[in-house]
């Protein structure tokens, strides 16, 4: 006679203790993907701002030297040796994300952020600045300018990210 058997069935599907891994597993996972688009997206950002970053630059120190010679698009004028903007304004310019010009940006939308100008897209704000500097003995005085071209252009100014550039003027 023969004696029965006995045989152990694993019941199909997964057991409570596998699926708490993987829940685990994926509660780790899955934040960092996010997070590591995310870092991919801010690098692409950054990367095509430095790309535009001459042809603004370019453009800013146009409208300096149009300033200062009483025909600038979005400035007042302003006499050589003398520091810009005034007191309690910014010199704001709004770029388009192929580095056009778009306009100039009040203060307000400056601080706030800005989509649009005039109904097209902006990408980027190069903000303009100069300040006196002590010229050292039998030299000519020279501004210190700085151009920092901010993005992106519709977050809150504090939010921005910045790329700075320097250069002295006479």
């Known amino acids: 006679m023969k004696s029965p058997s006995l045989q152990f069935r ?35 950002q950054s990367a095509r701002a430095e790309t535009r970053a001459p042809w603004i630059v370019r453009t800013c120190m146009e409208e300096i030297q149009a300033s200062r010679d009483g025909r600038s698009r979005y400035f007042s004028a302003t006499k050589v040796g003398q520091p810009f903007p005034p007191a309690g304004d910014v010199w704001a310019l709004a770029f388009a994300a192929d580095g056009k010009p778009l306009g100039k940006l009040s203060k307000t939308l400056y601080d706030r952020g800005s989509k649009e100008l005039n109904g097209k897209p902006v990408s980027y704000i190069a903000v303009i600045s100069a300040a006196t500097q002590p010229p050292p003995p039998n030299t000519t005085p020279m501004l210190r300018s700085r151009v920092a071209i901010e993005y992106p252009a519709a977050a809150p100014a504090k939010k921005r990210a910045k790329l700075d550039f320097h250069t002295r003027i006479p």
């Not at 596998?18 to 960092?32: D, F, H, K, Q, S």
């Not at 590591?36 to 801010?42: L, M, P, Y």
């Open 10 to 44: 694993h019941p199909a599907g997964a057991t409570l203790i596998e699926a708490v891994i993987a829940v685990g597993v994926l509660a780790v996972a899955v934040p960092l993907v996010f997070g590591t688009i995310a870092e991919a997206g801010k690098g692409g």
